[in-house]
């Protein structure tokens, strides 16, 4: 089935729907006066702006998770380690999953230099909107990176129900308060997670023990609030809190009784000034723990019995900006941050671990911006620096007998990023872009992570550069961008799974040259909507190695290629499609012939209605109930129905600033 479809769509428009929503300002803008704050809401188009590729309420309430919605867009790869909740990870343009930056409203989910994030446990109804930001966005700073904004109603009051495959369900609501000034939401959801699929039995060729496997303990619970408070135009607070609780299986095991459960709670604040300078500051914190507990092992033969971490992440950022229009405008910026985690665990032999370590973060950072007096062209250039300061606590006890072993190393993170941009007529608009980054492990990545990461205290500090030329065209109901690319990666940090478990650690693994051709193109009217979007991208690995030089990088799949279209309204009833392709991809970067596994294949179809305050919509994902070849991870779930009821009353736009 899959050889069949990849005859017919891989040579689909790799080019992409294009809306400019100005009402959709970017997460980490300057906040609105009250009166845009009621234009902020739910947003029905994909939007690109500037470069960076916008995802609206309508395509998140529309999917089945994060993993499924990001795994769309071009030149986005993403490995999902199961169904609703499970460990996932993204890369974007070939980069290694470390570099991707997760920011949540305004406040970074990893650590100082970037660190793995998961993705699995965010849910979609606790979101606003998504933001993907490669090299080439205007302002690419610490690029590639996924901005979150948590779900808000600025003057809204609504609530969602569904149900789906696998014991799934979810529930959400969200208020604002009629003056635009105060926004509330929650989110509950709830996966079984118990799906059956076909298994080899580890043995590709031998076929006569491949059997059908259900999952069991591989259920998933998330929850979780956010706060928002604008009291005006030079002020933004909020606050979130998230919980989730899973179990960890895999195919070949019976009964696992391993659980991971976290929680965490972020707080931001940020001020701006109205002076010509326009200062501003912003202060943010973010206190998480979580406890991994497996007193049986039988997760894998190198998990710890149990484990417990907690760990604060505090920041600070004080700035001054010009921004009028012309050849000297700039910002400078200062930022200190702070990150502590203290840890307990207990291994095989029942040897209690207590690593503590403490990161101290200060830099800054200069941007010039210019532009000619017609705004037909421009140029950014920026650099910034980082001094990292690690100090690390390892205690083992065993008995009244402690082994203390202490560490204090120092980084230096820096990196240079700049674009020149056109708009040679109305409509059109191109742009060159370069990076080149140094960037220090992580936080984690050498001090380790609860239940999943083990410590690797001597990493090398990995570099990167980028080179990116695109351009972006809208007329009338079409609208298109296109990007080519190229990366470099030396000393790239790499996770890597331990034994049969999903215990992760890191490694510096063989540098890599990367480069590939991103598009999406739509046309969008008020009775069809229609996109296409693809990738294709090749790398090979440099290494002295001769079994590994030369090769295609493990998990790098050469083409992907996506598109999906609905009619409608009529009646109030919209109905729609999608399809996602992916190529092969080898399970080792020893490219064996035992290693390749095919490429995937995924059709969707939907149905929703909506009229007055009531919608309602009916979806199937998975149509072919296609299975992944490749068991490293867990599979994903096969063909999955789900049914969402929502409810949404809004408010007059009348506010205190209109009389």
């Given amino acids: 089935m899959f050889r069949i479809a990849t005859s017919i769509f891989v040579m689909a428009p790799s080019l992409a729907l294009a809306q400019v929503d100005s009402a959709n300002p970017p997460v980490d803008s300057l906040p609105a006066p009250r009166e845009a704050r009621l234009q902020e809401r739910v947003v029905a188009s994909s939007v690109h702006r500037n470069g960076v590729r916008t995802i609206g309420r309508e395509e998140l309430a529309g999917a089945a998770n994060l993993a499924r919605l990001l795994s769309r867009e071009s030149g986005v790869q993403i490995r999902q380690a199961g169904g609703l909740g499970s460990y996932t990870t993204a890369s974007l343009h070939a980069s290694p999953v470390q570099q991707v930056e997760v920011w949540m409203d305004g406040v970074p989910m990893g650590g100082s230099t970037g660190s793995v994030v998961d993705l699995g446990p965010v849910p979609l109804d606790g979101l606003e909107k998504v933001e993907i930001r490669q090299a080439g966005s205007a302002g690419a700073f610490g690029a590639p990176r996924i901005d979150l904004q948590s779900r808000s109603g600025w003057a809204q009051r609504g609530a969602s129900l569904r149900m789906a495959s696998y014991g799934e369900k979810g529930a959400s609501g969200w208020w604002g308060d009629e003056q635009g000034i105060a926004t509330v939401s929650a989110w509950w959801e709830a996966s079984q997670n118990d799906y059956p699929f076909p298994w080899d039995n580890g043995t590709r060729y031998n076929r006569s023990d491949d059997h059908m496997v259900r999952l069991s303990n591989n259920d998933y619970e998330g929850r979780g609030a956010a706060f928002r408070w604008r009291p005006a135009a030079s002020w933004d607070v909020l606050a979130r809190l998230d919980d989730s609780r899973r179990g960890i299986s895999a195919p070949g095991w019976v009964d696992p009784l391993a659980r991971l459960d976290g929680t965490s709670a972020l707080g931001f604040a940020r001020w701006v000034g109205e002076s010509e300078t326009k200062p501003s500051v912003e202060a943010s914190a973010r206190w998480f723990k979580s406890s991994w507990n497996d007193p049986n092992r039988t997760a894998g033969w190198d998990v710890d019995r149990a484990a417990s971490e ?15 229009g012309g050849w000297l405008d700039g910002e400078v910026t200062g930022n200190v941050r702070l990150e502590t985690s203290e840890r307990e665990s207990t291994g095989s032999a029942d040897v209690a671990v207590t690593p503590s370590g403490t990161r101290a973060t200060w830099g800054g950072q200069m941007v010039w911006n210019g532009q000619s007096e017609s705004a037909r062209w421009g140029s950014q250039l920026g650099a910034s620096k980082d001094w990292i300061l690690d100090t690390r606590d390892w205690t083992e006890s065993l008995g009244d007998v402690s082994q203390i072993d202490e560490m204090e190393t120092s980084w230096e993170s820096y990196r240079v990023h700049g674009r020149l941009w056109g708009r040679p007529w109305p409509g059109l608009e191109g742009w060159v872009a370069s990076s080149y980054r140094e960037r220090a492990p992580d936080f984690r990545e050498w001090m380790g992570d609860n239940g999943y990461t083990l410590q690797t ?8 550069m980028s080179l990116e030329l695109g351009a972006k065209t809208q007329r009338g109901d079409w ?8 990366q470099r990666y030396m000393d790239p940090i790499e996770t890597f799974h331990k034994g049969a478990s999903p215990l992760v650690a890191h490694r510096n693994a063989a ?5 590939g051709l991103d598009g999406r193109a739509g046309w969008s009217t008020s009775w069809i909507r229609a996109t296409a979007q693809g990738s294709l991208q090749s790398a090979r690995v440099s290494d002295d190695n001769p079994a590994l030089d030369g090769k295609r990088p493990q998990r790098f799949p050469l083409w992907k290629s996506g598109m999906d279209a609905s009619i409608g309204p009529w009646r109030g009833w919209r109905l729609g499609g999608d399809l996602s392709l992916a190529g092969s991809t080898y399970a080792s970067a020893l490219n064996r ?8 294949l995924d059709l969707g179809a939907w149905l929703r209605w909506k009229r007055g305050v009531i919608g309602a919509s009916a979806q199937v994902d998975n149509i072919l109930d296609e299975h992944a070849q490749d068991w490293e991870d867990l599979p994903q779930p096969g063909r999955r129905f789900s049914i969402r009821l929502d409810f949404e009353f809004s408010k007059p736009t009348n506010t205190r600033n209109e009389r």
Avoid: H, M
């Fill in 479 to 486: 609208s298109a961008n296109i990007s080519g690319w190229a």
């Fill in 593 to 600: 012939p035992t290693d390749l596994r095919e490429g995937k």
């Fill in 457 to 464: 205290p001597d990493l090398l500090a990995e570099r990167s």
């Fill in 511 to 515: 540098g890599y040259d990367a480069f």
């Fill in 310 to 324: 907690q760990a604060w992440d505090a920041k600070a950022k004080a700035s001054l900006a010009r921004e009028r």
